[in-house]
């Protein structure tokens, strides 16, 4: 069955950095398309980032560009999630999220979430 | 940048309950409209997408319509396990943007 496992989440000071991981499993991860949504303690979701299945292809939500990187190594079945400067208001459940087979943004399954509190 | 209008935020209903959540975008966006459900702690599960199409596993009491703006999900008849938060989401174009959430209660 399809599986997403995110880890890497934790507290970090104001203007860290951190790296969160998707294990992927279940599914030929090469083969499809994969985001980053994240959720603020008592709020709705928001989506921050996209990435094609070969990695070519990749979207930022305004609200993360320049300060986080979305990656994938598909021998390895992994997402990531490289996130620098990190602020206060990116403390959030961080989920990563497959992408329906040939529909990009229809988000089929969903990993359990990663913690990430940013406060000093 | 598409915005998403869920309506209402919170709803109150009984188990056998027809519900009705709507969601408006701020642009057309023909059927790429989804349907999320959340429970508290839990990950979004996908009910419906494009509008209509009903999710593999997902029990036929949920049902979408609606294409252009405007967009419904319907529970039709409530059970104890539906209640949660739901969202729409819009996979039109980038960037992804969800309404602000319906939370079903009892």
């Known amino acids: 069955q399809v599986q997403l496992e995110e880890s890497g989440g934790g507290l970090v000071k104001p203007g860290g950095s951190l790296r969160l991981s998707c294990a992927a499993s279940?599914?030929?991860?090469?083969?499809?398309?994969m985001s980053w949504i994240r959720q603020a303690p008592g709020k709705g979701l928001e989506w921050i980032s996209f990435?094609?299945?070969?990695?070519?292809?990749?979207y930022y939500a305004d609200s993360v560009k320049g300060r986080f990187t979305i990656s994938r190594d598909n021998a390895k079945n992994s997402l990531y999630l490289q996130m620098n400067s990190l602020r206060a208001e990116d403390t959030a459940v961080y989920y990563c999220?497959?992408?329906?087979?040939?529909?990009?943004?229809?988000?089929?399954?969903w990993g359990q979430g990663t913690l990430v509190t940013v406060s000093s | 940048d598409i915005q998403m209008t869920q309506s209402p935020s919170s709803l109150s209903a009984s188990v056998r309950d027809r519900v009705t959540i709507t969601c408006r975008a701020s642009q057309n966006i023909s059927s790429y409209l989804n349907w999320y459900q959340q429970k508290p702690g839990k990950a979004p599960k996908l009910l419906i997408y494009?509008?209509?199409s009903l999710q593999s596993g997902v029990p036929s009491r949920f049902s979408g319509s609606g294409s252009g703006t405007d967009f419904t999900l319907t529970i039709s008849s409530l059970q104890p396990e539906d209640f949660a938060t739901y969202y729409c989401?819009?996979?039109?174009?980038?960037?992804?943007?969800f309404g602000g959430g319906t939370k079903v209660e009892i």
């Open positions: 990435i094609s299945s070969s990695g070519n292809t990749i």
């Open positions: 279940g599914f030929t991860f090469s083969d499809y398309y």
């Open positions: 989401q819009q996979s039109y174009s980038s960037p992804l943007t």
């Open positions: 999220a497959r992408a329906r087979r040939g529909a990009a943004y229809i988000l089929d399954y």
């Open positions: 494009a509008a209509s």
